[in-house]
């Protein structure tokens, strides 16, 4: 697959809003390394080989096991995973699968059980943010595979 266009290059001005959000979220509440988790997971569900493959690197930078990495894509079944951070996959899923619905209330009670409403404010941003990170990739057919992480 050929890349189509360097959005980063092309649009600089467009992606000043995406790249302030970016440096929100790094500072948020949201620790770094489910942070990227997060990223990843919504990327697996849409398909977006450069993402994954961005926040795969990114999580492991973090700190991330590789166990857990692997585990993601089945999270419920995985013992690894903290009750905290479940519901913030589940949060990531509902949000990121629209398709069927909206938000379900059990995840919504899920979530509020275990973060704060900023941190649910915070949790939906990052969701809202790699899903449009996901359709200017895909759509532009980022090259997957060159992405180095910065120094953490």
Not at 41 to 50: D, E, I, L, P
Not at 83 to 97: H, S, V
């Amino acid at each position: 697959m050929k890349p189509r266009i360097n959005y980063q290059s092309a649009g600089p001005e467009a992606l000043a809003g995406m790249y302030a959000t970016e440096k929100y979220l790094a500072k948020s509440s949201i620790p770094h390394g489910l942070l990227h988790m997060l990223k990843l997971r919504a990327s697996q569900m849409n398909g977006c080989a450069y993402c994954i493959d961005m926040h795969w690197k990114d999580a492991r930078a973090a700190g991330e096991s590789e166990q857990r990495l692997y585990g993601l894509d089945a999270w419920r079944e995985a013992p690894y995973y903290t009750d905290k951070e479940r519901a913030a996959f589940a949060w990531t899923e509902a949000l990121t699968d629209v398709t069927n619905g909206h938000v379900p209330d059990a995840v919504y009670d899920l979530v509020r059980g275990q973060w704060s409403e900023r941190e649910i404010i915070d949790l939906t941003l990052a969701v809202a943010q790699i899903n449009a990170w996901n359709r200017i990739a895909i759509s532009m057919r980022s090259e997957a595979g060159t992405y180095r992480p910065r120094s953490q």
